[in-house]
C-alpha cells in the first residue's frame, strides 16, 4: 500500500548449562525511502570513497528525489552529473564539487518513467538507469 518495507529476523539461542532456550524476533516496518521515520531521504548503504570513479543512486526506483552518490578520482576537478530521457533529450545538468561526494536529485519536475543519469568526467563517464515512479 505504502511501498514500504518490512523486514523480519529472529536468533535461537540455547544456554545448555543453564537448561534454557530462546528466541529473539525482529519485525522493523520501513518507508519506501528504507526509513524507520518516514521521508528520511538518508542513505541506508554504504559508500566506499577511493580514487575510482564511481556512482550510486539511491533510492532507486524513487518517487520525489534520489540521492545520487558519486566518488571522483583525484585528479578529477571537472564533473557533472547528466538527467536523460530515453530520447537522449537532456533535462538537468549539475555541475559537480570534487569534495561533496553525493546530491540530492529533486525528481517532482519529471513524469513517471525510465532515465538516464550520466556522470561525466574528462576521464571517463558512467550512465546508470533511474526509474521514477
Not at 32 to 57: H, K, R, W, Y
Not at 65 to 89: F, K, M, V, W
Not at 96 to 119: K, S
Amino acid at each position: 500500500w505504502d511501498k514500504g518495507f518490512i523486514i523480519s529476523g529472529s536468533a535461537y539461542h540455547w544456554y545448555d548449562s543453564l537448561g534454557i532456550y530462546s528466541q529473539d524476533v525482529w519485525l522493523v516496518k520501513l518507508d519506501s525511502n528504507g526509513c524507520l521515520v518516514p521521508n528520511c531521504f538518508t542513505n541506508i548503504g554504504t559508500f566506499e570513497i577511493n580514487d575510482a570513479l564511481e556512482m550510486q543512486l539511491f533510492p532507486n526506483p524513487a518517487h520525489e528525489q534520489t540521492i545520487i552518490n558519486y566518488n571522483l578520482p583525484a585528479s578529477q576537478n571537472e564533473a557533472s552529473i547528466i538527467l536523460y530521457d530515453l530520447q537522449g533529450r537532456i533535462l538537468r545538468k549539475e555541475k559537480l564539487n570534487a569534495a561533496r561526494h553525493q546530491i540530492n536529485f529533486d525528481l517532482t519536475p519529471f513524469v513517471a518513467g525510465v532515465y538516464l543519469v550520466e556522470l561525466k568526467t574528462p576521464i571517463g563517464t558512467i550512465t546508470k538507469k533511474l526509474l521514477k515512479q
